[in-house]
């Protein structure tokens, strides 16, 4: 049995000062979540099998602005994590080409809530 500090995880992290719907921010996050778990299964797909196993577990989490957003995708990039930064589309709330959401991993538990350890959840 794997356990829970090692079981992996998936962080949604979504920015607050584009005050998103709670459907837009479902969609955004739902978005991210695909898109990172397609990628996973090219490069990790032993973890993403463990993921989907384990109960995929995912946590959404605020970002204060676009800043914070995208120091945290390059931190996670750079630690190896798969990430995917999600870019409106512009057809309902936020201008086309809005960054919205940033979704990292599946990865263990562990290394992705060090990374977002000062995030609050969403």
Known sequence: MVST???PS???????????SAGK???????AAVTCTLSARK???RLVER????????????????????RLA??????GFVTALIRDAGHTEVPPGTLTVLGIGPAPRRAIDALVSELKPY
């Open 5 to 7: 500090a090692e079981s």
């Open 10 to 20: 998936m962080a949604l992290i979504a920015r607050t000062d584009l005050a998103m």
């Open 25 to 31: 921010l479902a969609v955004q996050c739902s978005h």
């Open 43 to 45: 490069t990790h797909a």
């Open 51 to 70: 993921w989907k196993n384990g109960g995929a577990r995912k946590i959404c989490l605020e970002a204060d602005d676009l800043e914070t957003l995208q």
């Open 74 to 79: 390059g931190q996670a990039q750079s630690a």
